[in-house]
């Protein structure tokens, strides 16, 4: 097996563009390591993209915040810029794993490792994040539901990887929140998540709003009609009450040992609820 | 966190016992030196896998290993027909067939056949390149479903004598235990509950998975380095199943991570022990979590019947409860103590239980912490607490109106010495945690638990050093403090600090035969012979100084560490200390030490009540546990911080098991949670500081009145969640787990 181990986004598209049999991408390891180890991937190259230049870096760009795709999840906890503007992103990230895992764990790789269950791709999703991807071709921007394709599928092309997440400039009375449901309190993976990004304006109504559902389908689910029963009102009872309705609604869960199928639809609308919740009170505050 | 409520006082002074010295494993623990089985390595040993099968029933036609063998860097490769031919008795035929299936696969996991090879990467492709040739036959793994005519058989004409003619083929054993009359009983009674429970198959969890290593030299002497709860057991197993003398088997127990029973069990070791011989190279084999779930012991689930009756004012008129454990693919589910338990903490003129053995497509069951009494106990106790609330009864009360006390029958037969049951019952009443109080959407329950605990085969040896310091050798591996306990008790009956005495778990080849780590034994039968060996020792210290002084021994005492004239004649010599006699041992008669064997009776039944405030989020059916306190009987706790930690491990373990652990099987009969992510034992998130209150009732059995404490702590704790869970959510939960998915549809079904 070959590591490679390349110091710039040059370097590494063109290692990526020569013949290194079934090459895998090594950020924080904590997916790879463990299916290498557990026999569910044997790639004849490993290409770890940490040395690159800026991929460990988290910059203000245009109001925004750029994360590079070896930024770890406890790194994006304790940068208090990103924390907060996007604190939905960051709790999400921070539920990844265990404090250990935290040191090593990349939102990137949560997003390409294209698990159903990711908890930060609903929060990311929902902050109508950007992936950068870097191949052959240079760099491209694309929404970050558009990287998994399905369970532990991808939209990347041979020789691409995610470089960077971009997290837009949050406006003006705007927040997020993610809420997943995990039968334990931590050390667990979503039976539901969901994030929800909404701004306010001036008098506490709401003017725009995202919610996305994650571990109820085989990718994240955007919950249209969702954000349209919180646009327009004050974020009240009945208008939860509608998200959640829209949620559950749009829910397209499997039963499996983690949940049912009636568990996991009725458990989106709770949590579309309380994440609103979450996310209006941080924009208002 | 123990509130120091001893509710009898001791009958004696103690020093050393009842103290919380230094545990002597403590730093070898923490700073990662300590040898578990996995850390065991031999120059030149080869690493062992073993092949599983994937299907949960299945003819085994032809294995195939040639391709395997041919391998480079493949040493040897066994099945079950490379085991000597060997009559067996029924036990043991059982756990041969067990680590290496003979003429079927019995369920999802069970080994097949074995390699040995230089690295684990060959062994892993050498598993590949086995071929077994499989009938796939249709599997059950419901205990009632395979009690229903047509179901799949497991083992035809495996039934003993026990089972009535015409029961189902994957029936066992049958089991009744009782007195009185149930029928006339339940006429007396104002109110009749009738009621179903069920449990599901929980893992004992251990952090450690299996390991051992083995070597077989050519001259037949072999041996063994492992993880065990009784390397003893270990060796008796082995031998037998190899058509070795145990004498020439040496085993040799590791530091162990966990066991809960788990590891009173032979799985890897015969297996290991056949590559060795026939690779003649020393063979390691330790097991991944995936096997571990898939194949060693998980307990027993339970589907139970019960009828109780009782009076307008809380008095149990008539018990009976009919009770179907399976027990995997063999023969022994723990459904006999499950029978023997259920009624165990009452006072009752009619009761009976009726116990079946009965047999499904999953891994052979293993002990687990007080086996087959905890799911009892979930039926029992739920009950008792429905009835109670039912007729506005306080349910402690109703509890202490039928316990059992000194002189009671027990259902299971005996009658009952001094028992602390009351006073763990009335010592909940008077805790601040019975009346503080409650918000929206939680509850309070409360439940209580027995077990029997047990003495069995022991021998210790204990040896007075020239310098004046002791060594104690014990059989047992130290599972729960054992060797801080044993040299507690050996320097308090020698009078000496505990930090002169250094206990070890000694080889089968250095003590005589030992029961395993099990029954909540250790602390009773190991540490009374500890206690026999030190007053063997003291005699022989009492006879040299007697022989320096010139007079009788029987004009010589022992007392506060060292030899002293007693008596009107025996002269005013000055006392004689340990460190002193055994300086001129060596010119009195040679080293000094005493030794003890023995299979005590008299244990002492334990019993606890738990008490448990859980939080039902009615949105989504999570419980979360507020608020937990054990109130049990420890007869006389040696050292209290592991006491402590008996009386928080078996409530968090039953805690997993009353929530969210389960073994989960798809249609296949293929297990779906192989993994500790999926197989949800409880993080410390989860839990409040698990509150402990010890009691101290003596065993009238042992010389300091120690009981085992290590099982009673795992029985009431199911039931007592199952009772908080139905108050703060408003429905009575009857199957376990009470996983969210269950306690919401509960909710929204009512």
Known sequence: ?285 | MALDSKQVLDTREFKVVGTRVLRPDGVDKVTGKARFGADITAPGMLVGLVLRSPHAHAKIKSIDTSAAEAMDGVHAVVTAADFPNIELDDFTADVRDNCLAGAKALYDGHAVAAVAASSNHIAKKALKAIKVDYEVLDHVTDVDEAIKPGAPVLHEGGGNESVPEGSSPNIMARYEFGHGDIEAGLKKADRVLERSYKTEATHQGYIEPHACLATMGPDGQADLWCCTQGHYMVRNTCAAILGLDQGQLRVTASEIGGGFGGKTTVFLEPVAMMLAKKSSRPVKMVMTRSEVLRATGPTASSSVDIRIGMTKDGRITAAAAELRYQGGAYAGSPVEFGAMSAFAPYDLENVQTIGWDVVTNRPKQAAYRAPGAPMAAFAVESAIDELAKGLGLDPLEVRLKNAAREGTVASYGPTYPAIGLEATLRTAKDHPHWTAPLGENQGRGVACGFWFNFGGDTCVSLNITPDGTVTVSEGNPDIGGSRASMSMMAAEELGIPYEKVRTIVADTGSLGQNEVTDGSRVTFAVGLATIEAARAAKREMCKRAAMVWGIEPEAVEWKDGAAHPAGPNAGTHPPMSLAEIAEIASNTGGPIAGHHEANPEGAGVSFATHMVDTEVDPETGAVKILRYTVFQDAGKAVHPDYVEGQFQGGAVQGIGWALNEEYIYGEDGVLQNAGFLDYRIPVASDLPMIDTVILEIPNPGHPYGVRGVGETSIVPPLAAIANSVSAASGVRMTDLPMSPPKVLKAIQDQ
């Open chain 1, 1 to 285: 097996m070959r590591y490679l181990a390349p110091a710039t986004l040059e370097d590494a598209t063109q290692m990526l563009g020569s013949d290194l049999g079934e090459c895998r991408i090594l950020a924080g390891g904590t997916d790879l390591l463990v299916r290498m180890r557990s026999g569910f991937a044997e790639p004849d190259s490993i290409l770890d993209i940490k040395r690159i230049d800026g991929m460990r870096d988290i910059t203000r760009e245009d109001g925004g915040w750029r994360i590079g795709a070896a930024v770890s999840c406890a790194e994006m906890g304790e940068h208090a810029g990103l924390s907060a503007d996007w604190p939905g992103v960051v709790e999400a990230a921070g539920l990844i794993g265990s404090t250990q895992i935290q040191g090593r764990c990349t939102v990137a790789g949560n997003l390409c490792n294209a698990s159903p269950a990711a908890d930060s791709v609903p929060a990311l999703v929902a902050a109508r994040a950007m992936a950068r991807i870097a191949g052959p071709d240079g760099t491209r921007d694309v929404a970050v539901e558009h990287v998994p394709t399905g369970p532990g599928q991808t939209s990347l092309g041979k020789g691409e990887f995610v470089a960077s997440i971009f997290l837009p400039a949050r406006p003006e009375n705007a927040g997020d929140a993610y809420l997943r449901f995990i039968p334990r309190t931590e050390m667990d993976i979503a039976v539901v998540g969901c994030g929800v990004s909404l701004t306010l304006d001036g008098d506490g109504t709401c003017t725009d709003a995202h919610v996305a559902l994650g571990a109820v389908g085989p990718t994240v689910i955007i919950v249209e009609a969702g954000a349209k029963a919180l646009v327009g009102t004050q974020v009240d009872d009945a208008a939860l009450d509608a998200l959640a309705a829209a949620c559950s609604a749009a829910a397209t869960p499997i039963a499996d040992k983690r949940g049912t199928v009636e568990f996991r639809t009725h458990v989106s609308g709770v949590l579309a609820k309380r994440a609103a919740k979450i996310a209006a009170s941080r924009a208002g505050a």
